[in-house]
């Protein structure tokens, strides 16, 4: 349910609709974005006709939200946010953000000459991971704490923004304070301890659809974090399993369009995990842009072949190159919609 303030509503009588809301036994949380307006009551609270919060000096509506999920939805919160990171800006409509780099943080001489490739080629952000979700236990797990030293080194270099994975509640603690952005895995979309953590940090979160997971339950894994205090989520469809064995995975383009629907929080793309090979991955951005994503993350090697992770769905950093100018061009076809 939720309980829209007047727009000239205090921020005292905001706080005291929320002690109201807490002593009558239900979780009164500011829904994400603008705070003076509206709080969101997570409980079932009966007929919105007879809410005894209708009186509460500053409220204007009491509106029932139908969705499981409440404080990502449209229904809660109908202006799109936009997670603002310095001069970048991340679901704003108007320019799709890119965010490039390796797989893994292999070495700080690969990982700095990848980063000054993806950042000449046009990227504001670099990925790269220290803690690898691998799926065997014998393969490559990262260089964990080392790598993020790394990281911090390419950010007072380049000026890039760091993204980069935290794959359990311990990691997390030194990954929230290395990074600007905390990635959350796929196959982390439903570790349900994790998402409370990461509700926690100050930092913003990209979540990655599950492997098998339905927009609905990707909706609801955004939900554990916000509801834990933290608004600035970035869902990313990644691809997700289907009988379609051509491909890694299969990239899910209406995911795009679903999100959009229900969700005011941004979405970006990663074509490169949904694909697995890197000559699909320029297509699939086009895709990816065409429909309404709000950017890419894309994997990138300056030598593919000898990478210790994901090499084959890597582009050379020309082909980066190549990708930024497309997605300039798409996206100044649709200027229009700024
Ligand atoms: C990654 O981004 O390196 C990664 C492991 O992605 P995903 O969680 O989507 O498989
Ligand atoms: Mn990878």
């Given at each position: 349910?939720?309980?829209?303030?007047?727009?000239?509503?205090?921020?005292?009588?905001?706080?005291?609709?929320?002690?109201?809301?807490?002593?009558?036994?239900?979780?009164?949380?500011?829904?994400?974005?603008?705070h003076?307006?509206?709080?969101?009551?997570?409980?079932n609270?009966?007929?919105?006709?007879?809410?005894?919060?209708?009186?509460?000096?500053?409220?204007?509506?009491?509106?029932?939200?139908?969705?499981?999920?409440?404080?990502?939805?449209?229904?809660?919160?109908?202006?799109?946010?936009?997670?603002?990171?310095?001069?970048?800006?991340?679901?704003?409509?108007?320019?799709?953000?890119?965010?490039?780099?390796?797989?893994?943080?292999?070495?700080?001489?690969?990982?700095?000459?990848?980063a000054?490739?993806?950042?000449?080629?046009?990227a504001?952000?670099?990925?790269?991971?220290?803690?690898?979700?691998?799926?065997?236990?014998?393969?490559?797990?990262?260089?964990?704490?080392?790598?993020?030293?790394?990281?911090?080194?390419?950010?007072?270099?380049?000026?890039?923004?760091?993204?980069?994975?935290a794959?359990?509640?311990?990691?997390?603690?030194?990954?929230?304070?290395?990074?600007?952005?905390?990635?959350?895995?796929?196959?982390?979309?439903?570790?349900y301890?994790?998402?409370?953590?990461?509700?926690?940090?100050?930092?913003?979160?990209?979540?990655?659809?599950?492997?098998?997971?339905?927009?609905?339950?990707?909706?609801?894994?955004?939900?554990?974090?916000?509801?834990?205090g933290?608004?600035?989520?970035?869902?990313?469809?990644?691809g997700?399993?289907?009988?379609?064995?051509?491909?890694?995975?299969?990239?899910?383009?209406?995911?795009?369009?679903?999100?959009?629907?229900?969700?005011?929080?941004?979405?970006?793309?990663?074509?490169?995990?949904?694909?697995?090979?890197?000559?699909?991955?320029?297509?699939?951005?086009?895709?990816?842009?065409?429909?309404?994503?709000?950017?890419?993350?894309?994997?990138?090697?300056?030598?593919?072949?000898?990478?210790?992770?994901?090499?084959?769905?890597?582009?050379?950093?020309?082909?980066?190159?190549?990708?930024?100018?497309?997605?300039?061009?798409?996206?100044?076809?649709?200027?229009?919609?700024?």
């Amino acid at each position: 349910m939720l309980v829209i303030m007047k727009n000239d509503a205090t921020q005292e009588q905001i706080d005291n609709v929320i002690r109201e809301i807490t002593d009558a036994g239900y979780r009164g949380i500011p829904i994400p974005g603008d705070h003076r307006t509206a709080v969101c009551i997570v409980g079932n609270q009966g007929m919105v006709e007879e809410s005894p919060f209708l009186a509460l000096e500053g409220v204007k509506e009491v509106l029932r939200v139908t969705k499981p999920y409440k404080l990502v939805s449209h229904e809660t919160c109908p202006k799109p946010t936009v997670i603002r990171l310095g001069e970048v800006e991340i679901g704003n409509g108007c320019k799709p953000v890119i965010i490039a780099g390796p797989c893994s943080v292999e070495s700080e001489e690969q990982t700095l000459r990848i980063a000054r490739q993806v950042k000449e080629g046009g990227a504001k952000l670099f990925r790269g991971g220290a803690f690898k979700p691998r799926t065997s236990p014998y393969s490559f797990q990262g260089l964990g704490k080392a790598g993020l030293k790394i990281l911090e080194k390419v950010r007072s270099e380049t000026g890039l923004l760091i993204v980069t994975e935290a794959t359990d509640s311990e990691n997390l603690k030194l990954v929230e304070a290395s990074t600007d952005i905390i990635q959350i895995g796929a196959r982390n979309m439903q570790n349900y301890s994790l998402l409370r953590r990461a509700g926690q940090t100050k930092k913003p979160v990209i979540l990655k659809r599950g492997l098998s997971a339905t927009i609905e339950e990707l909706l609801m894994a955004a939900e554990y974090i916000i509801a834990e205090g933290n608004t600035q989520v970035i869902l990313c469809e990644r691809g997700i399993r289907t009988f379609s064995d051509n491909t890694r995975f299969t990239l899910d383009l209406s995911a795009i369009l679903s999100v959009k629907a229900l969700s005011h929080l941004p979405i970006i793309v990663d074509p490169s995990h949904a694909a697995g090979r890197r000559d699909y991955v320029i297509p699939l951005s086009r895709a990816a842009i065409a429909t309404g994503a709000d950017g890419l993350i894309v994997e990138v090697h300056s030598d593919p072949p000898s990478a210790l992770s994901d090499g084959a769905q890597s582009l050379y950093p020309e082909q980066f190159c190549q990708l930024v100018k497309e997605v300039e061009y798409l996206n100044m076809l649709g200027v229009e919609k700024c």
